[in-house]
């Protein structure tokens, strides 16, 4: 029988302490061999049975304690002593190499004693050989070393954001022990002091940089200072100091100073958009994007600068109004170039956000919603239309041009609170232009009520859009007739006539009268009227003569002259192929005519530009005394002549119109709304009925007040028997 020699513990201790000794004698950099299998092999099988001994002869703790020890006494004994004595970055160098010779060391041991970890440790629930060497450097070594450490760290930091070189790798190495040691002790012990510090750092350089530096030299700086913070946790710090790290310097070099910064006298955000410096603008935008609530102060001041700018351009508008009233094309094409600068930023600089979209929106909003010189925004935005699509605009602009300025003009028209106030005074004129032969081509008219129609709807534009299609039936219908005539012979009337037949529901509405009409004009009439009763029978025709126009020649003594007149006029003239002379009330009896229009009338006539009747007494006004004669020697260097009537002032009319079209409109809001909620409260109708009809205009409270008694006398509501502010919808 063999029997197995028995390792005592002193002798098993004493082998150790050998391989031990071999191990601190490399790691020194003594002259000493490395290990070979062989004595790698004795090591670890003298363990190895010292484990698996019978008791009492198993000496696993007493390993384990050596192991402890042999760390315990390396550490004290090698490491220590020539730590305490370096200082700086030596002593950031010694420690590094202390660590790693520490690592070496715990990696070597491991292997000898592989035995505990893998049975012993295991079945006890002891720390591992590996917790056991860190446990033993944090206690020892890390604890006694890492505030000096630590505050060397900072100073190179500090070293380095002043422009200075330092050893990067070297700091790398020493912040990895903290991480190593414990992401807690990283944080505690490193993390927590560094960024106090860069907090006093960036809060001393924003109070230097903020009084020498201009705007964008700021904003390079601090981009420049982020931008490094990055670079720095990208080296040598750990990813968890990054958010950190930005978080302070974007509080103390970009909010605590963001009102100084953007406000700066010659270099602020103002005077950026002010000079175009669009770099700058991008920079300041990349700066305070991240940042919470970090681009409200910037889209402020955006808001403040073009509001500024729009009102001074108002105000240039007003100072500019001559007695024929506000220079409407060189107004509204100042704001369009102003929306189309600014704009440009929003998507450029600022990146399309929504705060800035906003932004714009309030300012235009305040800018296109002014009274200038008496004339609202919606009625210059209007003439400014008319004045685009009538031929002399489109001529003078070009195709091109002329169709992105009506992308323009839509834009605008989003910001104008009373969209069906610019509608009603479109209408009135795109009806004089269609009328009149004044329109530049339905082609523009089209894409115009196209781009309307997209933006704000169909119920916008389908009057305007029916009245494009009027026009052409009517001119196929002109045609027609004409058609009618030459096989017609004996029913010519003997002049040339042309009829615009228009679909009353679609216009504006037009004054009418009963005027009393000469023989020649009362025969074209008939002769149409015949033709016309051929081609429809369910039809009734209502003649406008106030938009009527004829071409008279008056025969003078020096030449005969062409005279381009309206119906009403050409009527008063053709009095005098009868006689010489008339008086006013003869004039009124034959015409049968109001005062009013008379007058106007009689002006146009005798007292204006051309004054082809004349006047007895000779003055500037027509009274009812006043006798007129046919003026034989008038004369004109040109051969045909337009005369106008005096302008009417067409404004009050149309407020009055749009007025009573608003009233409407908020009954059918009230209604629509009670008929689907059946009871509501006072204050919640209100507010839903202004949320309804804000779409095309800002319907007044005290209008829908008013509105809803009346709807309330016509058994539409009635109010709450219980609660007076409750309406309920009677059926």
């Given at each position: 029988?063999?029997?197995?020699?028995?390792?005592?513990?002193?002798?098993?201790?004493?082998?150790?302490?050998?391989?031990?000794?071999?191990?601190?004698?490399?790691?020194?950099?003594?002259?000493?061999?490395?290990?070979?299998?062989?004595?790698?092999?004795?090591?670890?099988?003298?363990?190895?049975?010292?484990?698996?001994?019978?008791?009492?002869?198993?000496?696993?703790?007493?390993?384990?304690?050596?192991?402890?020890?042999?760390?315990?006494?390396?550490?004290?004994?090698?490491?220590?002593?020539?730590?305490?004595?370096?200082?700086?970055?030596?002593?950031?160098?010694?420690?590094?190499?202390?660590?790693?010779?520490?690592?070496?060391?715990?990696?070597?041991?491991?292997?000898?004693?592989?035995?505990?970890?893998?049975?012993?440790?295991?079945?006890?629930?002891?720390?591992?050989?590996?917790?056991?060497?860190?446990?033993?450097?944090?206690?020892?070594?890390?604890?006694?070393?890492?505030?000096?450490?630590?505050?060397?760290?900072?100073?190179?930091?500090?070293?380095?954001?002043?422009?200075?070189?330092?050893?990067?790798?070297?700091?790398?190495?020493?912040?990895?022990?903290?991480?190593?040691?414990?992401?807690?002790?990283?944080?505690?012990?490193?993390?927590?002091?560094?960024?106090?510090?860069?907090?006093?750092?960036?809060?001393?350089?924003?109070?230097?940089?903020?009084?020498?530096?201009?705007?964008?030299?700021?904003?390079?700086?601090?981009?420049?200072?982020?931008?490094?913070?990055?670079?720095?946790?990208?080296?040598?710090?750990?990813?968890?100091?990054?958010?950190?790290?930005?978080?302070?310097?974007?509080?103390?070099?970009?909010?605590?100073?963001?009102?100084?910064?953007?406000?700066?006298?010659?270099?602020?955000?103002?005077?950026?958009?002010?000079?175009?410096?669009?770099?700058?603008?991008?920079?300041?935008?990349?700066?305070?994007?991240?940042?919470?609530?970090?681009?409200?102060?910037?889209?402020?001041?955006?808001?403040?600068?073009?509001?500024?700018?729009?009102?001074?351009?108002?105000?240039?508008?007003?100072?500019?109004?001559?007695?024929?009233?506000?220079?409407?094309?060189?107004?509204?094409?100042?704001?369009?170039?102003?929306?189309?600068?600014?704009?440009?930023?929003?998507?450029?600089?600022?990146?399309?956000?929504?705060?800035?979209?906003?932004?714009?929106?309030?300012?235009?909003?305040?800018?296109?919603?002014?009274?200038?010189?008496?004339?609202?925004?919606?009625?210059?935005?209007?003439?400014?239309?008319?004045?685009?699509?009538?031929?002399?605009?489109?001529?003078?602009?070009?195709?091109?041009?002329?169709?992105?300025?009506?992308?323009?003009?839509?834009?605008?028209?989003?910001?104008?609170?009373?969209?069906?106030?610019?509608?009603?005074?479109?209408?009135?004129?795109?009806?004089?232009?269609?009328?009149?032969?004044?329109?530049?081509?339905?082609?523009?008219?089209?894409?115009?009520?196209?781009?309307?129609?997209?933006?704000?709807?169909?119920?916008?534009?389908?009057?305007?859009?029916?009245?494009?299609?009027?026009?052409t039936l009517a001119k196929e219908q002109q045609l027609d007739f004409e058609a009618y005539l030459n096989t017609c012979v004996a029913t010519k009337p003997g002049i040339d006539l042309t009829v615009t037949v228009l679909t009353t529901g679609f216009w504006p509405s037009y004054k009418t009268s009963d005027l009393n009409l000469p023989s020649e004009m009362i025969k074209c009439i008939q002769v149409f009227k015949a033709y016309y009763e051929q081609r429809t029978s369910h039809r009734r025709?209502?003649?406008?003569?106030?938009?009527?126009?004829?071409?008279?020649?008056?025969?003078?003594?020096?030449?005969?002259?062409?005279?381009?007149?309206?119906?009403?006029?050409?009527?008063?003239?053709?009095?005098?192929?009868?006689?010489?002379?008339?008086?006013?009330?003869?004039?009124?009896?034959?015409?049968?005519?109001?005062?009013?229009?008379?007058?106007?009338?009689?002006?146009?006539?005798?007292?204006?530009?051309?004054?082809?009747?004349?006047?007895?007494?000779?003055?500037?006004?027509?009274?009812?005394?006043?006798?007129?004669?046919?003026?034989?020697?008038?004369?004109?260097?040109?051969?045909?002549?337009?005369?106008?009537?005096?302008?009417?002032?067409?404004?009050?009319?149309?407020?009055?119109?749009?007025?009573?079209?608003?009233?409407?409109?908020?009954d059918a809001a009230v209604v629509r709304i009670m008929k689907s909620r059946k009871v509501l409260p006072h204050q919640q109708l209100v507010s839903e009925c202004v949320e309804l009809l804000s779409k095309m205009f800002k319907p007044d409270i005290k209008m829908i007040k008013k509105q809803i008694e009346d709807l309330i006398s016509r058994d539409y509501l009635e109010r709450d028997t219980d609660n007076l502010n409750t309406f309920k919808y009677l059926a």
């Amino acid at each position: 029988m063999d029997y197995v020699k028995v390792i005592g513990l002193e002798e098993g201790l004493s082998h150790m302490e050998v391989g031990v000794t071999k191990l601190t004698r490399i790691l020194e950099g003594k002259k000493e061999a490395p290990f070979d299998s062989e004595s790698y092999m004795r090591l670890y099988t003298t363990i190895y049975n010292m484990c698996t001994q019978k008791p009492p002869h198993d000496y696993s703790q007493e390993l384990y304690d050596m192991y402890h020890k042999v760390l315990e006494d390396y550490l004290t004994q090698r490491a220590l002593p020539c730590l305490k004595e370096k200082h700086g970055v030596f002593l950031l160098r010694k420690l590094v190499l202390r660590w790693s010779h520490h690592k070496v060391m715990v990696r070597w041991l491991a292997r000898f004693f592989h035995y505990l970890d893998r049975y012993y440790i295991g079945r006890r629930s002891l720390p591992s050989l590996k917790e056991v060497g860190m446990t033993c450097f944090r206690d020892l070594v890390y604890k006694e070393l890492h505030s000096r450490a630590k505050d060397v760290v900072i100073e190179l930091i500090h070293e380095e954001r002043e422009g200075g070189q330092i050893d990067r790798a070297l700091l790398k190495n020493v912040l990895d022990i903290y991480v190593e040691t414990g992401t807690d002790k990283y944080k505690n012990d490193f993390e927590v002091l560094m960024l106090k510090d860069s907090t006093s750092y960036y809060s001393r350089k924003a109070a230097s940089w903020i009084e020498e530096d201009s705007c964008p030299e700021y904003m390079q700086k601090a981009e420049e200072c982020l931008r490094k913070e990055k670079e720095r946790v990208a080296h040598y710090l750990h990813s968890t100091s990054e958010a950190g790290l930005v978080e302070i310097v974007q509080r103390e070099l970009l909010v605590k100073v963001a009102k100084q910064l953007l406000e700066k006298e010659h270099s602020g955000c103002g005077a950026l958009l002010r000079d175009d410096k669009v770099d700058d603008l991008s920079r300041m935008y990349r700066l305070y994007q991240p940042i919470a609530k970090g681009l409200e102060p910037v889209a402020d001041v955006f808001k403040q600068h073009i509001t500024a700018e729009g009102n001074a351009l108002i105000k240039q508008a007003e100072d500019a109004a001559t007695s024929s009233g506000v220079q409407d094309q060189v107004l509204v094409t100042q704001i369009m170039e102003l929306h189309d600068k600014y704009m440009a930023y929003v998507t450029g600089s600022f990146q399309s956000h929504t705060l800035f979209h906003k932004a714009l929106k309030e300012a235009f909003e305040v800018c296109c919603n002014k009274n200038v010189a008496g004339s609202s925004s919606a009625e210059l935005l209007a003439i400014f239309c008319d004045n685009l699509l009538s031929k002399g605009g489109i001529e003078k602009l070009g195709d091109e041009a002329v169709e992105h300025t009506l992308e323009n003009v839509v834009k605008l028209l989003a910001y104008i609170r009373d969209k069906d106030l610019f509608a009603e005074f479109y209408r009135k004129k795109q009806a004089r232009r269609l009328l009149f032969d004044r329109s530049g081509g339905e082609e523009h008219e089209s894409s115009l009520l196209t781009n309307l129609k997209q933006k704000i709807g169909g119920q916008f534009t389908s009057k305007m859009e029916c009245m494009v299609t009027d026009m052409t039936l009517a001119k196929e219908q002109q045609l027609d007739f004409e058609a009618y005539l030459n096989t017609c012979v004996a029913t010519k009337p003997g002049i040339d006539l042309t009829v615009t037949v228009l679909t009353t529901g679609f216009w504006p509405s037009y004054k009418t009268s009963d005027l009393n009409l000469p023989s020649e004009m009362i025969k074209c009439i008939q002769v149409f009227k015949a033709y016309y009763e051929q081609r429809t029978s369910h039809r009734r025709l209502m003649w406008v003569y106030s938009l009527g126009t004829c071409h008279v020649v008056g025969r003078f003594s020096a030449k005969p002259i062409e005279l381009i007149v309206s119906t009403y006029q050409a009527a008063v003239l053709l009095l005098f192929n009868n006689t010489e002379r008339l008086t006013y009330n003869e004039i009124v009896e034959q015409l049968n005519l109001s005062h009013e229009d008379l007058v106007r009338l009689l002006h146009s006539l005798s007292c204006a530009k051309y004054k082809i009747l004349k006047k007895e007494p000779m003055s500037k006004t027509i009274s009812r005394t006043d006798a007129f004669e046919f003026n034989s020697n008038f004369t004109d260097r040109m051969r045909r002549i337009k005369v106008p009537l005096p302008p009417m002032d067409e404004r009050k009319k149309v407020v009055e119109d749009v007025d009573k079209d608003r009233r409407y409109a908020i009954d059918a809001a009230v209604v629509r709304i009670m008929k689907s909620r059946k009871v509501l409260p006072h204050q919640q109708l209100v507010s839903e009925c202004v949320e309804l009809l804000s779409k095309m205009f800002k319907p007044d409270i005290k209008m829908i007040k008013k509105q809803i008694e009346d709807l309330i006398s016509r058994d539409y509501l009635e109010r709450d028997t219980d609660n007076l502010n409750t309406f309920k919808y009677l059926a």
